[in-house]
Structures are given as C-alpha cells and as structure tokens.
C-alpha cells in the first residue's frame, strides 16, 4: 500500500504543476513589461512604441516602459530581445528594418524571422521626401533631373544600413536610374538636423520626423511615399504619381516577443494591443503623428513579415555592394 501512495504521489505532480503553470501565466503580467526600441530617442519608432504603450500597459495592469538600445539599424535591440527569458517581460517594438536585416545582414545577431515570433501589427507611417530648401527643385522629376546631372553629387541622409528609409532610397534610386550618395545616421532625428544645416540635400523621412519642420519651412516637401497620399499631408502628391509609377513604401511598426514565450502570454499582448489601438486617444494621437493603426492576430503579422522580407530581399539582391556595408 505504501508503494502504490507514493506511485499516486508522483503520478500526480505533473497535474500539481501544470495548474501552477497555467496560473502564472494568467497572472502575467506581475511586474513591468520592457518594450525595447531599435532607434534612438524622438524616432518615429520610439514615437509610437511610447504612444501605444500608455494604454497598452492601462489594460495588461502593469506599466510598459520603452527602452531604447540603438544601433546596427535596429540589429542590437533584435539581439538584446531574442536573447532576452522567454517570459513576456522583454518585448521588441520591430519596424521595416527588422525584415531589411533579415537579406542584408543575415549572419549577424540574432534571425528576425526564426528567434522572434509576431504578436501584432501596431501601424505605419509614410516616409515623406524632403530636400533642403536651398537645393535648386520643386518636385519628384526635378529631382531625378538634377540627380540625373550630377550623379554621386547629392549626398542622402539615412537611418543607418537597413533602415526603413535607406531602402526607401535605394528603391527610388533603382526605379528613377539615378545615384546619390549615402550618408548614415544612428536615427532620423540627427538626420533631418543635418538636412536643415545644409550637410546633406536629401532625405526620405517618416513622416513624423518632418511634418513639424515642413509647416515651418525648414525642410522642403516633394513628395510621400506609399501609394496613396498620406491624410496628414493630403496636398502632397506621390511618388508614383508625381515620376515612378509603383513606388511604394513606408515605415511599419509591430511588437515581438522571444521565441517559445508561452502561446497564452503572446495571445494576451496581441488582444490587449489590438484594443489599444481602437482607443480614441490613442488614434488621436497616433494620426497627429501621421501613423495609420493597423493591428490584426499574431498569424496576420507573421504573414506580413514574410510578405515584406521577401519584398526586400528583391529590392537588397539590386543593390550595389558598396551600399551594403
């Protein structure tokens, strides 16, 4: 009889844990999330990670602070979360980079694709492109025209190799035949101050970097970039329809978590985002910035990644080499 109580005993552990399991997750979160941003301070990426992370951490009960680790165009965030314990209290704020460095850096740092996993599509920003108000255009083909005349004289500002608007650049640069020459920068903020002091001539940015400078007249808008006009900046034409049928891109953002954080941890983020972005606040503030909301499940998000780094992939294989350095 003894040898059979404890044979019950043992048998029965499994169904003791596991109840336990299920109830720290449930409780999750017990304790502050950190919501880790690959671009620095005042980037439209840490723009909208702090936008949604009020209310976000509003509904999960916990604060969600906004960390940002720049660098390696957002690789050593990347590589700091996927590293990170797989419990939910290290995420990733991820942009267009991340699938950019998936083709452009694929041995470095941590697999975008295979070491994180999706949780849901927070938004996206068109990148609007604004040149120096002393540089001699007024529009897209003037541009093209002048680059056209002067190839390798322009110097571009850009967010560091990968970056959403270093791509941006590329695929205008492939599209219209022309070459610019890149100069690189730890995040769009010191790009745009550069911009204005004349150091550079061109740049494409998103577009809450630049509304503020452009109704000022600091920086002089020629054009967004995704297929249609953007709403906060409606008088402003296309590329495509301004020179380049087609173009088409912009800056998204979404939140990851580890690989094999707890399917119920991931499900709860995902929910409590996608509420967050139906909040009135929220969408103010999100559209003052010139970010559309997007949301959607975990599975959705996963799709639109592999979309995207398929797409870049074309775009990165087209590239000089030298741009990829």
Do not use: C
């Amino acid at each position: 009889m003894a040898l059979l109580a404890r044979l019950i005993l043992v048998a029965a552990v499994p169904l003791m844990i596991m109840p336990g399991l299920s109830r720290a997750e449930d409780n999750y979160p017990r304790r502050p999330i950190h919501l880790i941003v690959g671009f620095a301070a005042g980037s439209s990426s840490d723009v909208a990670a702090r936008i949604i992370s009020h209310k976000l951490g509003a509904i999960l009960g916990q604060s969600v602070v906004v960390e940002n680790r720049p660098g390696a165009s957002s690789m050593i965030a990347t590589d700091y979360v996927a590293r990170a314990p797989k419990d939910g209290y290290t995420l990733l704020f991820a942009t267009i980079a991340a699938t950019i460095n998936t083709t452009l850096m694929p041995t470095k740092g941590a697999n975008f694709g295979t070491d994180l996993v999706p949780i849901a599509l927070v938004g996206s920003i068109p990148n609007i492109l604004v040149v120096n108000p002393e540089l001699a255009v007024n529009n897209v083909k003037e541009l093209i025209a002048l680059a056209k005349a002067k190839p390798d004289e322009l110097l571009y500002g850009a967010s560091g190799i990968g970056s959403g608007p270093h791509l941006a650049t590329e695929l205008f640069e492939q599209m219209a035949g022309i070459k610019m020459t890149a100069v690189l920068y730890p995040g769009s903020a010191q790009t745009v101050t550069d911009l204005i002091a004349g150091r550079i001539q061109v740049m494409f940015a998103p577009a809450s970097t630049v509304l503020g400078f452009i109704n000022q007249g600091t920086v002089k808008a020629l054009a967004t970039t995704e297929a249609k006009r953007a709403s906060v900046a409606p008088d402003l034409p296309t590329i495509s329809e301004s020179a380049l049928p087609g173009y088409n891109t912009g800056v998204w953002f979404g939140i990851l978590a580890p690989t094999s954080t707890p399917a119920a941890v991931i499900d709860k983020v995902s929910r409590a985002t996608n509420d967050a972005l139906k909040d009135a606040e929220v969408l103010k503030q999100l559209h003052t910035q010139g970010l559309d909301a997007l949301g959607g499940s975990p599975e959705e998000f996963r799709n639109f990644i592999k979309s995207e780094t398929e797409r870049w992939e074309r775009v990165i294989h087209s590239m000089p080499a030298a741009n990829k350095k």
